[in-house]
Nanobody, 122 residues
Framework: VQLASGGGLVQAGGSLRLSCAASGQIFGNYFMAWFRQSPGKEREFVAA????????RYADSVKGRFTISRSYAKNTVHLQMNSLKPEDTAVYYC?????????????????WGQGTLVTVSS
């Protein structure tokens, strides 16, 4: 079970930090990721991190603005979002890929959080 938190309303150019706390054990080969879904659009990949070694992957639309990180002590994955744009408005979901593929396809992820809403006003 994963719980995502930290969403909210922010003005364009602002920052938010999302957190995803996992209640179960995260194994080293897992990839932990964030996806998002805007109204009327399909869910899309945002960022992912390899739990054991911290290798990261980002969607082109967020590179240089978002940073994904993990905390072993708290069994938590974070998404620091800076320079937010109105087009970043979406429900953000955390997900876990137990097979360590690190892909951008949501079908490769096994566990999902409940989502947290991020709204960026212009």
């Amino acid at each position: 079970v994963q719980l995502a938190s930290g969403g909210g309303l922010v003005q364009a150019g602002g920052s938010l930090r999302l957190s995803c706390a996992a209640s179960g054990q995260i194994f080293g080969n897992y990839f932990m990721a964030w996806f998002r879904q805007s109204p009327g659009k399909e869910r899309e990949f945002v960022a992912a991190v390899k739990w054991s070694i911290g290798v990261t992957r980002y969607a082109d639309s967020v590179k240089g603005r978002f940073t994904i990180s993990r905390s072993y002590a708290k069994n938590t994955v974070h998404l620091q979002m800076n320079s937010l744009k109105p087009e970043d408005t979406a429900v953000y979901y955390c997900a876990a890929d137990k097979n360590g593929l690190g892909s951008v396809a949501e079908s490769d992820y096994d566990y999902w959080g409940q989502g947290t809403l991020v709204t960026v006003s212009s």
